[in-house]
């Protein structure tokens, strides 16, 4: 069957997932004093040009249901949609994008459109992709591979690691005086989606980036094992030297199957800030 896939700017792609599978992407907003972009047109010199010029973070903006409701609208009617969200957890996203399906099917009810909160981010909604890639090519009709998708997000892992707290504290997530003191003892943020609701959560403070990264990476193997059949993906906010170091020594520790490597768009980047890394995999 001749699926679309559907994304939005929550999401952070490799160019090799693209290649695999065909997939759409509704951009968010991000707005910058009087300026006003969208995820998909801002590319990354501009993004922190835009921040180092006004020493502030951009405030983000949710697609709206009519946005949803024109991307869904140019697809093919014969064409069954699934849509993976950015989590519902920490945007309006997901919400907007049932209701501008919701939209479309009063006008046109024989459609076939799914959306899917995915509970994550970024390169977990890359790997929820990679894994709809397989499964078309081994013909799950449409109601299995929802089926499939679904039962996948419970099993995805997203952990984070800030190499910086500036964002959060420029975003106000932290208020400055306890950045500045966090700053000072050189304090590192480990983070991981919730299972449940599907926002944030901080699981470790850590001293030092070395200390951090190493923690960072035991995280993995308590969350997993058998990682011969499992791929995993990252994402790096503006340090891919970084990041390729950690994904090398990630993979000396554990034996996946492969790994993505690309970086942070617009809207990761506005929260982690420069240097942040993201890892997705299935713990199951």
Known sequence: MNIQFMTDGGADIPKRIYNMIDVEVVPLYLHFQDEEYQTGDLDMTTFFKKIAETKALPQSAAPSP????????KIDPKRPIIMLSLTKGLSSTYNNAVLGRNMLLEEEPERQIVVINTKTASCGIALLLHEAAFKVEDNYT????????????????TLFVLKTLENLILGGRLDRVRGTIAKTLNIKLLMKANDERGDIDVIEKVRGNKKAINRFIEQIGLHAKNFENKIITMTHCNDEPRAKKVLNDIIEKYPFKDAFLTETGPLISTYGGEGALVISFFNK
């Open 66 to 73: 009519h946005d949803f409701y024109e991307a869904y609208k």
């Open 142 to 157: 449409f109601e299995q591979l929802v089926s499939h998708l679904e039962e996948r997000v419970e099993q995805t892992t």
